[in-house]
């Protein structure tokens, strides 16, 4: 049979589920992101396009991962990655979203030979695409819709089952550059452990990390695949140990439940389970391993959490003190990367302590990792834990051939060398930049509060607002201001106005149908009042 009847043969045990009101499936933020049931047809026809998009590159291989992070487990998720290791290029999520939306097989048949030709794809050329699924019950029926496109269209692929977001995206990495002087690792799972393994003793440098630490995996991916990665890490030589919490998989039903970054994240608040004990070192990641945040119980003053921002401006002291010892200060480039949700506190300690350069992008990675690549060193994190540090290749090859002309200066190149292995350069990956924060903390000698210390955080209060129509709200400059609807800006600033050190922002949601409200002040009173007097404009 030709591709055409397969597809459409295909297809057919796929249908696609009418969402009414001639409501279409679109490829957001988070590539397509619902609920399950909704997702095989969805799931079938990204196929078709990861297909296409191989054979458009050459038959570089293309990455599916099937997860729906932090969302709750009746939720799964969709989307592609491109053969470095990044987010699809967002010309072709049009694409994505035309050919899911097709109303029929033959439509569908269609679309697919019409994007081919559009975009000058030949359909005989070879492709390949691989795909892993975090642990939701529904992967399965997803990764075997996936599997029936990959067939019908001929394209070779692994099925590298269960598997962190940003492990897949290792891999995708790894199996494109395999062979070449741009090679990222082993193309495997042992893979991506040896070479973090092997990156953090190195990063060490012989020092030893302090306490113990307690990681709590959200009942996700993050579990297993930490797990293993302990095997690879001598505990003796390093000092680390690790206590995995909230590491269920079996139990669907409590992934992301009352823990996980988005928890701690949005309810300021350690997981009520396993009790919080006073004092210890502490972190949550995502249902797929891409978000991270710290905290710890202080015994007098309660809670106290260290999130993306933190984490980024903690980044980028180290690394900006390294290449300052490195000799490199004059040659590279460092800047931060933020979004609007960043802590005006984060944002004031990165340009007048550190004086290291800020941009602020709109929301969701791929806006902020494509600024960060301007940079020969670039920090991206969002506050709510996503996010990785970026080396040019100019910076990685400066850490390796650079002739030291000291012991500090050697040390420091190798320090940094040790980095650049050790931080996956493809995405934000929770196990990654967990590993940094150790070697950071252990580098400095320092305990969560000493990390603390640096800033203190504005109070600030984030608000989910139930609107009729999200899409009418526009907004510019990095979604700090409301274009449309007329009127609604002014309202915000003239409430804002009554504060001191004040800031609010409004914007639509790209993952949920609503608006986010979100506040900042000098007390936490104040935070949530502005927060209360500026929502109503919404509803
Ligand atoms: P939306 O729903 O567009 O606010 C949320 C997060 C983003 C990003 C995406 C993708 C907040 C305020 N927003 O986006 O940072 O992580 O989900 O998962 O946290
Ligand atoms: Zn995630």
Redesign the pocket.
């Known amino acids: 049979a030709s591709i055409d009847e397969n597809i459409k043969a295909a297809s057919a045990k796929h249908p696609l589920v009418s969402l009414g009101d001639g409501k279409q499936y679109t490829y957001g933020?988070?590539g397509f992101r619902m609920k399950a049931d909704l997702l095989e047809a969805v799931t079938f026809r990204v196929g078709l396009l990861a297909s296409l998009r191989s054979r458009k590159l050459g038959g570089q291989t293309i990455g599916v991962m099937v997860t729906a992070?932090h969302n709750p487990a009746a939720d799964n998720g969709v989307k592609i990655v491109d053969p470095m290791g990044d987010m699809l290029e967002q010309d072709w999520e049009r694409h994505a979203t035309t050919l899911v939306n097709a109303s029929s097989d033959d439509e569908l048949a269609a679309i697919y030979n019409k994007l081919a030709v559009d975009l000058k794809i030949d359909l005989s050329a070879p492709a390949k695409v691989i795909y892993g699924r975090d642990t939701r019950p529904s992967g399965h029926k997803l990764v075997a819709a996936l599997a029936d496109a990959l067939q019908a269209t001929n394209t070779e692929f692994v099925d590298y089952k269960l598997l962190t977001t940003p492990q897949l995206h290792y891999l995708v990495r790894a199996t494109n550059t395999e062979g070449t002087p741009l090679s990222y690792g082993k193309v495997s799972e042992a893979g991506y452990y040896e070479k973090l393994a092997e990156a953090f003793v190195r990063a060490l440098r012989g020092r030893r990390v302090q306490g113990n630490l307690i990681v709590d995996c959200a009942n996700g991916v993050g579990g297993p695949k930490l797990a293993e990665l302990l095997k690879y890490i001598p505990k003796d030589k390093t000092g680390f140990h690790v206590k995995i919490v909230n590491d269920d998989v079996l139990r669907p039903e409590v992934l992301n439940l009352d823990c996980g970054a988005d928890f701690v994240k949005t309810k300021q608040r350690a997981p009520p389970s396993p009790k919080p004990v006073p004092g210890v070192r502490s972190c949550s990641l995502d249902g797929d391993a891409d978000r991270l945040i710290y905290y710890y119980v202080d015994a007098e003053t309660g809670f106290v959490m260290l999130d993306g921002d933190r984490i980024s401006s903690l980044a980028a002291s180290f690394i900006g003190d390294l290449v300052e010892s490195a000799g490199l200060k004059d040659e590279l480039r460092i800047g931060v990367v933020q979004t609007a949700?960043a802590n005006g506190a984060s944002t004031n300690y990165i340009t007048q302590h550190l004086k290291l350069p800020v941009i602020c992008t709109p929301?969701?990675v791929k806006h902020l990792h494509h600024v960060a690549q301007g940079f020969d060193v670039g920090v991206y994190f969002?506050a709510?834990g996503?996010g990785t540090v970026l080396f040019s290749s100019d910076a990685l090859s400066a850490f390796k051939t650079k002739e030291p002309q000291s012991p500090a200066q050697k040390d420091a190149l190798d320090t940094l060398a040790a980095l650049g292995d050790l931080i996956n350069q493809t995405v934000g990956d929770a196990i990654s930049d967990m590993l940094l924060v150790e070697v950071i903390l252990a580098h400095k000698n320092w305990t969560l509060s000493d990390w603390a210390m640096t800033y203190t955080d504005l109070p600030n209060r984030?608000v989910r607002v139930e609107v009729g129509n999200k899409d009418l709200f526009r907004t510019t400059d990095a979604e700090r201001r409301l274009l449309s609807p007329v009127g609604c800006q002014d309202e915000i600033d003239e409430v804002v106005r009554k504060y001191k050190d004040a800031r609010a922002f409004a914007r639509a949601?790209?993952?949920?149908n609503a608006c986010?409200v979100y506040a900042e002040a000098a007390t936490r009173s104040e935070a949530n009042e502005l927060a209360e007097r500026v929502a109503p404009a919404f509803s």
Not at 509 to 512: H, I, L, N
């Open positions: 933020t988070a992070s949700y929301t969701g969002e709510n996503h984030l949601s790209g993952t949920e986010r």
